[in-house]
């Protein structure tokens, strides 16, 4: 079958590889891919030469029929996080992360655990099922931050328009919150605009959600919070970034945000697969290209041209 690989020049190739369970499988289950969208932290890990397909953002439809969304972190199920709801910080599934350390959702087919598999809710496709996981990675941040519409209303900014950063730009509107945006390219500001931002930034704010991860963003983001005021960070960090003293002398709060687990019971993963299913102004908005699989490396090109109006690329067979 074909699978998209590093080709060990930081790029990508499509090269021919039999399936396999990951090492963690006990109930092992083939999905046929259907979508497979590229996230940012793919392009900046292209230069590690992973040996796994790549693709953690991925959904498929199982040989019955069943379209589903394929959770890329698999936790253990047994140890004190994963019995607490809290299965996101599992030091078990460190080296299980589908697309990274096992093989991932960029091919034709891949083999996961059934523990894996979220079933599609009625109204959304697997064709733009890849973008539960984003969007439950946003969903995530915006639990932590504490907005809702039901709370007396909250100044939130949004720092960063790529996939992640427009993904919580939806999931702040779909809890009843208003929320700014810091957009740097005109097509992201369109589709911020599409998913009800504000662009009117005010000069400090309760709340702000970096999605950006670069030293620039977060300093932006502790200039921006209230003094006592949040800021969490769904971005990665790939490189180090310093913290200085207006962080302290405000004392905000600087909460990171990694993937997501369960908000009062219910698997984030879940509620982000039924709000993308409620309003399909999301996926509308967010996914700018399609590829075939066959053209997989122009579709990496094109994920990295991001003033070129690029937000996310999604691969379909």
């Known amino acids: 079958m074909r699978a998209v690989r590093s080709d060990g020049e930081g790029g990508v190739a499509v090269v021919d590889v039999e399936a396999h369970p990951p090492h963690y499988a006990t109930d092992p289950v083939r999905v046929r891919m259907?979508?497979?969208?590229?996230?940012?932290?793919?392009?900046?890990?292209?230069?590690?030469?992973?040996?796994?397909?790549?693709?953690?953002?991925?959904?498929?439809?199982?040989?019955?029929?069943?379209a589903v969304a394929v959770q890329p972190n698999a936790p253990c199920g047994v140890c004190e996080y994963c019995t607490t709801g809290r299965d996101h910080l599992c030091q078990a599934s460190a080296d299980r992360v589908l697309g990274i350390f096992a093989d991932g959702?960029?091919?034709?087919?891949?083999?996961?655990?059934?523990?894996?598999?979220?079933?599609?809710?009625?109204?959304l496709g697997a064709d733009v099922?890849?973008?539960?996981?984003?969007?439950?990675?946003?969903?995530?941040?915006?639990?932590?931050?504490?907005?809702?519409?039901?709370?007396?209303?909250?100044?939130?900014?949004?720092?960063?328009?790529?996939s992640i950063g427009l993904a919580v730009v939806a999931m702040a509107r779909a809890h009843g919150a208003a929320i700014d945006l810091m957009a740097r390219h005109p097509a992201q500001q369109a589709a911020g605009e599409r998913l009800g931002a504000?662009?009117?930034?005010?000069d400090s704010y309760d709340v702000v959600i970096d999605s950006a991860g670069s030293q620039s963003s977060l300093d932006e983001a502790i200039q921006r919070v209230r003094p006592g005021g949040t800021v969490v960070v769904p971005a990665t960090?790939?490189?180090?970034?310093?913290?200085?003293?207006?962080?302290?002398?405000?004392?905000?709060?600087?909460?990171?945000?990694?993937?997501?687990a369960h908000h009062h019971g219910v698997r984030e993963f879940q509620e982000a697969a039924e709000l993308l299913a409620e309003n399909s102004d999301i996926a509308d908005a967010?996914?700018?290209?399609?590829?075939?699989?066959?053209?997989?490396?122009e579709a990496f090109r094109v994920a990295a041209d991001r003033a070129g109006g690029t937000i996310k690329v999604v691969i379909q067979p």
């Open 34 to 66: 259907t979508s497979a969208s590229i996230c940012g932290s793919d392009l900046h890990l292209l230069p590690w030469n992973l040996q796994a397909t790549l693709g953690h953002e991925f959904a498929g439809v199982l040989d019955d029929g069943t």
């Open 105 to 123: 959702g960029l091919a034709d087919d891949v083999i996961v655990d059934r523990s894996d598999l979220l079933p599609l809710p009625p109204g």
């Open 129 to 162: 099922g890849a973008l539960v996981e984003p969007c439950a990675v946003a969903l995530h941040a915006v639990h932590l931050s504490g907005i809702h519409g039901d709370a007396p209303p909250e100044r939130t900014l949004g720092i960063g328009a790529g």
């Open 198 to 202: 504000g662009f009117a930034l005010a």
């Open 237 to 260: 960090w790939f490189d180090p970034v310093q913290l200085g003293v207006a962080l302290a002398m405000k004392e905000a709060h600087l909460v990171p945000s990694y993937l997501y």
């Open 286 to 297: 967010i996914v700018t290209h399609r590829f075939g699989l066959d053209d997989a490396p």
